[in-house]
């Protein structure tokens, strides 16, 4: 059974402020109330379902592998998604056949259930590894299906290489910078790796820029001005937990690879700034 989630967060907090101490302009925030707006504690029996009242699925191979030439099919089957039975989600990535695929998968998304413009969205996630291995928390514009992608917005609150697990990623692409060409930034870790414990991941968004942090600790931020093309951040947008295998950002698994590889989710709350 895991500690009490407002234990965590308090204990989070506090590492991140002391983690956070550096002379850096930009670690120099200025004092933010927060109103939980959206939660989801994982809180359920073994083997059960996400909530459908928040989450919802992307399911099959996707055009192209989702357009980024992934390998796996998402489900929704217990053994690709489900609750621990302690508090946690469970994604697992299986090299089995399923569906058309050699590897499944899963994708859960709030797209038609929660949507949000501006705040603060947060994920304590312990992440897979391993060559070939995708894991991401990220969000789209909820115009998606009237612009396409890029024009609808993405905002990559945590992703990372399975090869490379000390290393993550926080990225925007939008209109004109997509793809090979995103604003991007990144935090490396010495000596320890994002797949051996939990990490706090989180963005910060207003209407002139997005903030990236991890356990608190602001490590990016990207403004108006950083992006070569238009600021399409002005609408709301919905959250995504996925682990893909395979693709342009990762490459191909290898024999080096060892499966299930499974990213754990103790929670995702989403806060608005209050008056």
Known sequence: MKISNKYQFFTLLLAGLFWGCETDDVQKLENRNWTLTWSDEFEGEKDQAPDPT??????????????????????QRPENVGLDGDGYLVITALNQPFGGANFSSARIKTQGLFTQKYGRFEARIKSPYGPGIWPAFWMLGENINEVSWPQCGEIDIMELRGQAPSTMYGTLHGPGYSGGNAVSKNYSLTNARFDNDFYLYAVEWDENKIDFFVN??????????????????????????????????????TSQTPF????????????????
Do not use: C, H
């Not at 490590?219 to 992006?227: M, N, P």
């Not at 070569?228 to 002005?234: A, C, F, H, I, Q």
């Open 54 to 75: 928040k989450w919802t699925y992307d399911l099959g191979t996707g055009q192209n592998g989702w357009g980024n030439n992934e390998y796996q099919t998402y489900t």
């Open 260 to 275: 299930p590889q499974q990213m754990v989710i103790d929670f995702v709350r989403v806060y608005q700034k209050s008056n």
């Open 216 to 253: 608190n600790y602001l490590y990016g931020r990207i403004t108006k001005e950083d992006v070569p093309g238009e600021w399409v951040y002005d609408q709301p947008f919905y959250m995504i937990l996925n682990v893909a295998v395979g693709g342009n950002f990762v490459g191909f698994p």
